[in-house]
């Protein structure tokens, strides 16, 4: 690396913080976009368990939600994965572009984005936050709801994968970033049906990814809290 080039990457360090946690699926999606492009960040783990943590995220995000990013040069902070992803593939573009230069194979990238966040990830949460409340709390219907969201979503992104490599557009997108931590714990909590060939192999490429191959070393010392940590295949342990 040049003198240059160290100096550009201490420059960009400084200016991007991530608020996060290594166990959190969202945050994943986040980590699968900046480790594409080898963005360097300053890592900020954030403990839910821990009062001051929940304040210093509540004060960059009024919803206490993570992944945000700091970017300091800008003075902004920046609160949603896909926004956060789209915003570095504005800044900080390295080779891998996640969102496509075509805009029609753009659309298509977010679509899938949506679709991996909002019926797979979200039902996934659902069933995860269930197992956390005491049993005569527990919502077995919306636990249902939730399974069978899951069902639909995988025989979708079955079909879907029968004759691509990639969620959409030409390359690995967004739409990669974000399917690959939610098909990971939703895999976890709601099994894919045998039959389904295409989400299996479209699953095993993510897998292979080195960006979330390195989320899941990550991951790994933490997930004895993830209330599902003994049905987490043998693979990942
Ligand atoms: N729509 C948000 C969802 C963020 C989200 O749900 N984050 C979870 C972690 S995966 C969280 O902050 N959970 C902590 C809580 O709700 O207290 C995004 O895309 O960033």
Request: glycine share 2%; aromatic share 12%.
């Amino acid at each position: 690396m040049s003198r240059w080039q160290r100096r550009l990457q201490r420059e960009i360090e400084m200016s991007l913080t991530l608020y996060y946690h290594p166990l959190a699926s969202f945050c994943h999606k986040v980590l699968v976009a900046l480790y594409e492009n080898g963005t360097p960040f300053r890592p900020r783990v954030i403990d839910l368990s821990k009062e001051p943590d929940r304040a210093e995220l509540r004060d960059i995000w009024t919803f206490r939600k993570f992944p945000v990013v700091r970017d300091h040069d800008r003075n902004r902070n920046i609160p949603e994965s896909s926004v956060i992803i789209e915003y570095l593939d504005r800044y900080f573009a390295g080779p891998v572009r996640l969102i496509p230069a075509d805009a029609d194979e753009a659309l298509d990238v977010r679509l899938w984005d949506r679709i991996f966040d909002l019926h797979v990830q979200f039902p996934m949460q659902r069933i995860v936050a269930d197992r956390r409340r005491a049993r005569d709390k527990a919502d077995e219907i919306g636990v249902a709801e939730a399974r069978s969201t899951l069902q639909t979503a995988y025989a979708m992104i079955d079909r879907r994968m029968a004759s691509r490599s990639w969620a959409a557009g030409k390359a690995f997108s967004m739409a990669d970033c974000a399917a690959a931590p939610a098909l990971f714990y939703a895999g976890v909590v709601e099994p894919f049906p045998a039959g389904h060939r295409n989400l299996a192999a479209y699953f095993d490429r993510l897998v292979e990814r080195p960006s979330f191959r390195r989320v899941i070393d990550e991951a790994r010392p933490y997930f004895p809290m993830f209330p599902f940590a003994s049905a987490i295949p043998e693979r990942f342990r």
